[in-house]
Nanobody, 115 residues
Framework: QVQLVESGGGLVQPGGSLKLSCVAS????????VSWYRQVPGKEREWVAS???????NYAESVRDRFRAYRDNAKNTLYLEMNSLKPEDTAVYFC?????????WGQGTQVTVSI
C-alpha cells in the first residue's frame, strides 16, 4: 500500500504561479514513474505531466512551457511548478504512482485560478 499526500493548492489570479507537492510513503519511490492529473466536476480526469524514475518529464500540450514536473527522490516527493496560470487550469490536482502494475492516487488539492 502506498499513500500519497498532495499540498500547495489554493486561489491565484490569472498569470500567477503555484507549486504543488506530492509526498509518497513509498521507500522505493525512486524506482517508479509518478504523474500529475487534474479533474473538474463532470469531466474525465486529465493527464498533466509525468516524471520517469530517471527524472525525464513529459507534459500535456495544454501545460507545456508553463508547468514543470520534477521529483526529489531523497524526499520521496514529486513537485509541479505552475506558471502563467489560466482560469482553465482550475481543477483538483492529483498525483499518482504506478508500482508493480498497481496505480495509487492521492486525495487531491484544489487549484482555483480566478480574479
Amino acid at each position: 500500500q502506498v499513500q500519497l499526500v498532495e499540498s500547495g493548492g489554493g486561489l491565484v489570479q490569472p498569470g500567477g504561479s503555484l507549486k504543488l507537492s506530492c509526498v509518497a510513503s513509498e521507500r522505493t519511490f525512486a524506482r517508479y514513474p509518478v504523474s500529475w492529473y487534474r479533474q473538474v466536476p463532470g469531466k474525465e480526469r486529465e493527464w498533466v505531466a509525468s516524471a520517469a524514475s530517471g527524472g525525464a518529464s513529459n507534459y500535456a500540450e495544454s501545460v507545456r512551457d508553463r508547468f514543470r514536473a520534477y521529483r526529489d527522490n531523497a524526499k520521496n516527493t514529486l513537485y509541479l511548478e505552475m506558471n502563467s496560470l489560466k482560469p482553465e487550469d482550475t481543477a483538483v490536482y492529483f498525483c499518482n504512482i504506478i508500482k508493480t502494475g498497481r496505480t495509487y492516487w492521492g486525495q487531491g488539492t484544489q487549484v482555483t485560478v480566478s480574479i
